[in-house]
């Protein structure tokens, strides 16, 4: 295996024993704004992740980040967008 183990923002917050209300007022953010990170709705801005990491008491590569679907596709191949 080898890989480092993650938890998710959720698990991270229970950890640090904190409700959503106490850690976004600790992290400096609206509520809604957390609960939209933690299921993965809106992108974590960097700041606020180092941020959130500090006031957690973790390590940023401890937690692992929700992947926004932006609706976006990374893969060139996707949806006829191939360069064959």
């Known amino acids: 295996m080898g890989g480092k183990i993650q938890i998710s923002l959720v698990a991270a917050r229970v950890n640090a024993e904190l409700k959503q209300e106490e850690a976004a007022n600790k992290i400096g953010i609206s509520v809604k704004a957390l ?6 709705i809106e992108a974590i801005p960097r700041h606020v992740f180092k941020t959130i ?3 957690y008491g973790l390590p940023e590569n401890a937690i692992r980040v929700p992947i926004v679907d932006d609706g976006e596709y990374d893969d060139p191949t996707f949806m006829g967008h191939n360069n064959f």
């Open 35 to 40: 609960r939209n990170y933690e299921l993965g």
């Open 53 to 55: 990491a500090r006031v």
